[in-house]
């Protein structure tokens, strides 16, 4: 696989994460469910709306 196949599989991957993110923050957003984030070494819950 040369460089340009890699960063271009690579870009991918990291497009369909962000898609696969965001659709779940939506259906969470629209059940009124709570994500677990970490922010600064605290854990927290909150509302996937604050997300979106």
């Known amino acids: 696989m ?3 196949e890699y960063r ?3 870009d991918k ?3 369909g994460l ?3 993110e ?3 923050l939506e259906t969470k957003a629209k059940n009124n469910e709570n994500v ?3 922010e600064n070494g ?3 819950s909150v509302p996937a709306s604050q997300y979106l």
Do not use: Q, Y
């Open 18 to 20: 962000k898609v696969a």
């Open 22 to 24: 965001r659709e779940m």
């Open 2 to 4: 040369s460089d340009k």
């Open 36 to 38: 677990i984030i970490e």
């Open 42 to 44: 605290v854990i927290r």
């Open 13 to 15: 991957i990291i497009f």
């Open 8 to 10: 271009e599989l690579n």
